[in-house]
């Protein structure tokens, strides 16, 4: 069991970057996938991006590839979301999971979740 904590949310101008970190509790952090989601006002959880279990492989959606990174140390049980060229259309709670399932599962095979941070980008 895992429990992912978020940190690294705030208020960027558009074109500015972010680093979103999310540290997990737990000694069994290496096995579960981590994925970012995020949910802005009115709308439904979009996936964001995941990494698989030893930090290989990543998976983006299409509005955040080649603007965001994502990666992780296993030793420190943290992942990490590089956000860059945000735009106002990226503002929204960013949350991490953990799963066991596959790298390009939907949400609902996310086990464990965050509370969320939120990223606004302003204009």
């Known amino acids: 069991q895992v429990r992912p904590v978020e940190s690294g949310g705030g208020l960027v101008q558009a074109g500015g970057s972010l680093r979103l970190s999310c540290a997990a509790s737990?000694?069994?952090?290496?096995?579960?996938?981590m994925g970012w989601f995020r949910q802005a006002p009115g709308k439904e959880r979009e996936f964001v991006a995941a990494?698989?279990?030893?930090?290989?492989?990543?998976y983006y959606a299409d509005s955040v590839k080649g603007r965001f990174t994502l990666s992780r140390d296993n030793a420190k049980n943290t992942v990490y979301l590089q956000m860059n060229s945000l735009k106002p259309g990226d503002t929204a709670v960013y949350f991490c999971?953990?799963?066991?399932?596959?790298?390009?599962?939907?949400?609902?095979?996310?086990?464990?979740w965050g509370q969320g941070t939120q990223v606004t980008v302003s204009s």
């Open positions: 737990g000694r069994t952090f290496s096995r579960y996938v």
């Open positions: 999971a953990a799963g066991r399932g596959s790298l390009y599962g939907n949400q609902y095979e996310y086990d464990y």
């Open positions: 990494i698989n279990r030893s930090g290989t492989t990543t």
